[in-house]
């Protein structure tokens, strides 16, 4: 989205930063209570619905002398188990899921202030604690998303390349034993815009290696990283589950009824 002189808004000015950090405090906020809720006995759908009002009401009392001003959730709450990837967020009408103790959850959830997008994931073992420790293979996978984030904060700067970022992961994940999930992207981040044209892919495959436009990284961008691991092939299979979670595109369609088709509905009325 363009400012009124049509230039593109970015954090070289200062309240974009400040709806950057806003939109940030309060996905962070809802993730940590969030977290709080993952125990066994736990609904998902319950943890959707209530990571989805936090946002919605941290937003809501954020400008609020601005009467045109948009902001909610830029992505709904969504919380995986185990082997589900991730965006996973169920309707009332599915069967309910319901946290166990020692399940991998994956969270991730999305709000915006004027357009301007955080998002956040985390990723827990149901149960864990201090005195009760993650080990074994859920260990390795968690600690190696935690590595490859690491990693990224420090190569997702001005002059570096997407593909630097893609080998990092790549090497890390395999010192942990682990795979990288093929083909996920993360995005640059624009204004009213979750998913800008510059790109950042995990374990292409060879097709996607070959099709993939390698880019560099400059000043004032925004990206948001997302680490996918596993302790598996890397490769994501279809599951029982529906879509849920779609996008809203600025597009729109003008239908075109054929005249036989006018004619017909006049008949039937």
Known sequence: MADKDGSERTIAEIEVVSKYKLAADIVNGALKKVIEKCVPGESVLNLCEFGDNLL?????????????????????????????????????????LILNDGDLVKIDLGAHIDGFIAVVAHTLVVGASVENKVTGRKADVITAAHM????????????????????AV??????????????????????????????????PSDVQRKDHEKCEFENYEVYAVDILISTGEGKGREKDTRTTVYKKTAETYQLKMKEIGRASCRERV
């Open 56 to 96: 919605v009401t941290e937003t809501t009392e954020a400008y609020k002398t601005d009467k045109e001003m948009k902001k909610g959730v830029a992505f709904p709450t969504c919380v995986s188990v185990n082997n589900c990837i991730c965006h996973y967020s169920p309707l009332k009408s599915e069967k309910n």
């Open 148 to 167: 490859a984030s690491e990693a990224a904060l420090k190569i997702v700067v001005p002059g570096n390349e997407n593909n630097a970022m893609t080998e």
């Open 170 to 203: 790549q090497k890390i994940s395999a010192c942990y034993k682990c795979k990288p999930i093929e083909g996920m992207l993360s995005h640059q981040l624009k204004q009213f815009k979750i998913d800008g044209e510059k790109t950042i892919i995990q374990n």
